[in-house]
């Protein structure tokens, strides 16, 4: 059974581009959430989707966006690129309902910013 | 709001030595609770969880206990080994939500 997938695994993009993600969930998972990684603020959740609706957002700016579409894959973008979006950014699927399944990670992918 | 709270690192230790991460939580209700390790260069594997008080989740020689009165999930292992080497996060996720809060993470370093 394929595990999470993400990609790229990783990018560069300069300051003021904007950036789509991409995640694949394991077949049949319908919950798709991604979460944000640095050094310094740790795991930060972002947004989560359930049957192609955004059920919970976390606390980032308009920037950030998502949506998940009709075979549950995912798509992130982060619009006008700061410094500060460079991060490893997760993606994790789970059958869906509440936290208590467990949610499988992706690998990520690693963006950095100049 | 919700929390976790989680020993700092990292840990060092000798392989076969017994290894303690506390893990705290402040969470209205009874979250479910895990604990998540990552590798180098990797995302995050599940490696137990539980969802009751006094529940015992475990996995690969690693075990867990949900402890409502302290508000406790501490992960223990008897016998480290130098591939138990990785970042450990505790996590919980509120109940009747889906999102999960985590902690800031233990790095565990064990040596031969």
């Known amino acids: 059974k394929a595990g999470v997938t993400q990609t790229p695994r990783y990018l560069i993009k300069t300051r003021g581009q904007q950036v789509t993600l991409s995640c694949s969930p394991i077949?049949?998972?319908?919950?798709v959430s991604w979460y944000q990684q640095t050094p310094g603020q740790g795991l930060q959740f972002l947004f989560e989707?359930?049957?192609?609706?955004?059920?919970n957002k976390g606390n980032f700016p308009g920037r950030f966006s998502g949506r998940q579409f009709s075979n549950s894959r995912s798509e992130m973008n982060v619009s006008t690129l700061e410094l500060g979006d460079s991060a490893l950014y997760l993606c994790?699927?789970?059958?869906?309902?509440?936290?208590?399944?467990?949610?499988?990670f992706g690998s990520g992918t690693r963006l950095t910013v100049v | 709001g919700d929390s976790v709270t989680q020993m700092e690192g990292p840990v060092t230790l000798s392989e076969e030595a017994f290894l303690t991460i506390n893990c705290t939580y402040t969470?209205?209700?009874?979250?479910?609770l895990f604990w998540y390790v990552q590798y180098p260069g990797e995302g995050l594997q599940l490696l137990l969880k539980?969802?009751?008080?006094?529940d015992k989740g475990s996995n690969k020689g690693f075990e867990a206990t949900y402890r409502k009165e302290t508000t406790s999930f501490h992960l223990e292992k008897g016998s480290v080994q130098v591939s138990d080497s990785a970042v450990y996060f505790c996590?919980?996720?509120?109940?009747?939500?889906?999102?999960?809060?985590f902690g800031k993470g233990t790095m565990l370093l064990v040596s031969p």
């Open positions: 996590a919980l996720s509120a109940v009747g939500y889906s999102t999960l809060t």
């Open positions: 077949s049949g998972h319908r919950s």
């Open positions: 989707y359930f049957s192609e609706t955004q059920r």
């Open positions: 969470a209205t209700g009874y979250p479910s």
């Open positions: 539980a969802t009751k008080a006094d």
């Open positions: 994790a699927s789970s059958l869906g309902g509440t936290g208590n399944y467990g949610y499988t």
